[in-house]
């Protein structure tokens, strides 16, 4: 059981340049989550999605895509990496068990450097 | 909007001390959680608060809910290097349960 998981785990990208990142459950959660996290921010949600087939913007979704590729599986796009999306990338999922009061559980995340 | 505010930001403190961290909020939630989030890694779950009042204990650490359900205290009894990491507190309400409002977490560093 791993949870959840990310790939990769570090990456360097020119502006301009672009990636997806990936992410994997293994729980049989509904909720998936990306997060950005930056020093004095915290943690900022960029998209999720409710259940499978279902996406929704966060805080800051600008500069971003995500698509629910099947209930495992959430993955955040970067179309035009720019400076200012350096940062460390999360994702997490959330169950819909009795008694679960919306607790998320995260990967381990994603340090992206955009030059 | 609502807002989780935390304090204090930074915290040193040797080993063996004890420590309280606040999470505040001039709303109501209808749930509140602390985090933990070690360098390198994701932000890990240690409680979950729902009912005003409520006291929870998880070995060293003692979590509250206050009674109006807009703030809450972690207290550190006997702090070890093992503790040292980012405390982060999240806080949802039934209007919109998907989505969790997070504070900005205490930096905690338990010196030897």
């Known amino acids: 059981n791993a949870g959840v998981t990310q790939t990769p785990k570090f990456q360097v990208l020119k502006t301009g340049q672009s990636m997806t990142l990936q992410c994997a459950q293994d729980?049989?959660?509904?909720?998936m989550y990306w997060y950005r996290q930056d020093p004095g921010m915290g943690l900022r949600l960029i998209y999720y999605?409710?259940?499978?087939?279902?996406?929704d913007k966060g805080e800051v979704p600008n500069g971003y895509n995500v698509s629910r590729l099947n209930k495992r599986e959430f993955s955040l796009r970067l179309e035009s990496a720019a400076p200012s999306q350096t940062s460390v990338y999360f994702c997490?999922?959330?169950?819909?068990?009795?008694?679960?009061?919306?607790?998320?559980?995260f990967g381990p995340g994603t340090r992206l450097t955009v030059t | 909007t609502q807002l989780l505010e935390q304090s204090p930001q930074f915290l040193s403190i040797q080993e063996g001390e004890n420590l309280t961290v606040y999470c505040n909020s001039s709303?109501?939630?209808?749930?509140l959680q602390w985090y933990r989030q070690e360098p390198g890694e994701g932000p890990v779950l240690l409680v979950t608060?729902?009912?005003g009042g409520e006291v929870k204990k998880l070995k060293r650490l003692t979590f509250q809910f206050g009674d109006a359900r807009k703030d809450s205290s972690l207290h550190i009894t006997a702090a070890q290097p093992g503790d040292t990491g980012l405390y982060l507190c999240?806080?949802?309400?039934?209007?919109?349960?998907?989505?969790?409002?997070w504070g900005l977490g205490t930096s905690l560093a338990v010196n030897p």
């Open positions: 729980m049989n959660h509904n909720s």
């Open positions: 999240a806080g949802s309400n039934a209007g919109n349960n998907r989505k969790l409002i």
């Open positions: 997490a999922s959330r169950g819909l068990r009795v008694y679960q009061y919306h607790e998320q559980y």
């Open positions: 709303s109501v939630f209808s749930s």
């Open positions: 999605s409710a259940s499978e087939g279902t996406t």
């Open positions: 608060v729902v009912t």
